[in-house]
């Protein structure tokens, strides 16, 4: 029986274009010892995670330069990084975009206004 305990610290990648709640999860997920790196819009998204492996991804939908359906689209067709938990952060609430997000591969959705930062970390936590 292999009672070996991971030290490791776990990474989140954040991908989201609004500053203040970008560092809001950041400064929430360090104070509960995750390790966090994070993109402002999906081309440097997917640019960083040429060489980041995270333990999980959380994701905007509505980011500059390339929306986050297109980054998660990357995200799947990648073999290295296919199988990373993406948890889509969005002000989109409709029922199709959440539809679409999780047909595509995403591990679950939060619509923004709908839940808190405790929240969300509380979701982080069971996917990583």
């Known amino acids: ?3 070996q305990i991971s030290n490791k610290t776990k990474k ?3 991908i ?3 500053k203040s709640l970008q560092e809001a999860l950041a400064a929430r997920l360090k104070k509960d010892g995750f390790e966090t790196e994070a993109a ?3 081309a440097e998204a997917l640019e960083k ?3 980041l492996t ?3 991804i959380l994701l905007d939908i509505i980011l500059p330069k390339m929306d986050g359906f297109a980054v998660l ?3 799947k067709e990648d073999i290295r990084i296919k199988d990373i938990p993406v948890i889509v952060l969005s002000n989109l609430g409709q029922d199709t975009d959440i539809k679409r997000a999780l047909d595509m591969g995403a591990a679950d ?3 923004k206004a709908q839940h808190s930062i405790a929240e969300i970390l509380t979701l982080i936590k069971t996917y990583s």
């Open 40 to 42: 402002f819009d999906g």
């Open 16 to 18: 989201e274009d609004e």
């Open 73 to 75: 689209e990357k995200i």
């Open 109 to 111: 959705y939060f619509v």
């Open 49 to 51: 995670l040429k060489t």
């Open 12 to 14: 989140i990648f954040i």
């Open 1 to 3: 029986m292999n009672t």
């Open 54 to 56: 995270p333990d999980v």
